[in-house]
């Protein structure tokens, strides 16, 4: 009846509220038309396709990368050649999240994953938006904001001894094969937040808490504190920097008086939740 996905350049979540009131719900490929081929999309719509066994009347797709009307077009015409007769909604990333995590309500939502996205949400449209600018100039609070100054601060011998140790062993790389990594070969920013990793496998140690508490301290100064009413509205996260990293950075809000409320993984739940009285008008026609 109502399929609802939660896009992103490596994975997409969906669930499919069904009429009779059960939930489909699964994990496929990703796809973000700024890195990836419309091909890729293809793929991900077809594999889709094969685990839904319920007709779909409907599709809410929220997607990274989902800008400008030709991409969404794109992204409507390959789920209308496997969905025939669907009504097709498309918006980007950060509307779908707002909605999981505000509902009807205003907020500040966020985005922390390997990117990131802000926007102020008056609880039916994103009405201020700071722009992300990607992580070549921006992304502050992002994993690949965290990784770039891991590794940073391991090319420049800054870690302690003991951490300096621990990276070599775990990745045997050294500063050559980084930058390489970095300026010669594809999805720099992928690279990057693989390192997040690292530092959460090290939060015990001061040197690492002091990082990744900087990086969300950026992410407050750089980006939140242009919204107009941030000392007002709750401030909601999703994403897994935001998720696995949340007692620091609800240390982060707790110090420079934020009211930080949810933080929750990924949207897909909230989204449900957001659609769902769609479902019950249906049924009581």
Not at 241 to 260: E, P, V
Request: hydrophobic share 35%; net charge negative; aromatic share 10%.
């Amino acid at each position: 009846m109502i399929l609802i996905l939660d896009a992103g350049g490596s994975k997409t979540d969906w669930r499919h509220l069904c009429f009779d009131g059960s939930i489909e719900q699964g994990k496929t490929s990703g796809f973000n038309p700024f890195i990836q081929g419309i091909e890729e999309c293809q793929t991900m719509v077809s594999h889709l396709k094969d685990s839904i066994s319920k007709p779909v009347s409907k599709i809410y797709y929220y997607g990274a990368g989902c800008h400008t009307q030709q991409q969404k077009e794109a992204i409507s015409n390959c789920f209308l050649a496997h969905f025939n007769g669907a009504a097709m909604d498309v918006n980007d990333d950060l509307l779908g999240t707002a909605r999981s995590l505000c509902g009807k309500e205003p907020g500040i939502a966020c985005i922390l994953g390997t990117g990131a996205n802000s926007c102020h949400f008056d609880g039916n449209r994103i009405v201020q938006h700071v722009q992300s600018l990607g992580y070549a100039l921006g992304d502050e609070g992002s994993g690949a904001t965290m990784g770039k100054m891991i590794l940073k601060s391991f090319c420049r011998e800054e870690m302690p001894d003991e951490l300096m140790d621990s990276f070599r062993k775990r990745y045997n790389m050294d500063v050559s094969e980084i930058l390489d990594n970095l300026y010669r070969k594809p999805r720099p920013n992928k690279f990057l937040g693989g390192f997040t990793r690292f530092a959460f496998h090290h939060l015990n140690d001061p040197f690492i808490y002091k990082l990744v508490y900087g990086v969300f301290e950026e992410f407050l100064k750089d980006v939140l504190i242009k919204y107009d009413q941030l000392n007002t509205l709750p401030i909601h996260f999703s994403g897994s920097i935001a998720f696995y990293f949340s007692n620091i950075l609800r240390q982060m809000g707790t110090d420079n008086n934020l009211n930080i409320s949810k933080i929750v993984e990924t949207p897909i739940a909230g989204l449900t939740l957001y659609h769902q009285p769609e479902i019950e008008l249906l049924l009581n026609k």
